[in-house]
């Protein structure tokens, strides 16, 4: 493990770089746009009743995983994670592709 990354405890793996950056800046972008709102629709009076847009920030659910076998029969198989247990999913992949 390295220091300096950020690390999922459910799935045991490092954070991709975009996941990381947008996970510690995410207080720091809410009250940006808390503070655009107060400024443009309290203040201004502008575009009051417009909808407010969600902020499109990657958090760690966006880490579904995935893992592609051959089977004996070279036919290529695909398991994707369900759930939070991606390391069980793995094992179960790789038993099955024993078989």
Sequence with gaps: MEK???YSVA???AVA???EKDLLEAEKKGKEARMEFAH???KKGEKFFEPIHKQKL????NMKKSVK???????LIEFRQQGNNHKASC???RR???V
Excluded: G, V, W, Y
Excluded at 58 to 61: G, I, L, Q
Excluded at 69 to 75: A, D, G
């Design 17 to 19: 770089p975009e996941t």
């Design 69 to 75: 076998l051959k089977t004996t029969q070279n036919k």
């Design 40 to 42: 443009e629709r309290l």
């Design 96 to 98: 099955k592709s024993q």
């Design 58 to 61: 990657k958090t760690m659910a």
């Design 91 to 93: 094992e179960i992949a």
């Design 4 to 6: 300096n990354k950020l």
């Design 11 to 13: 799935f045991a793996t």
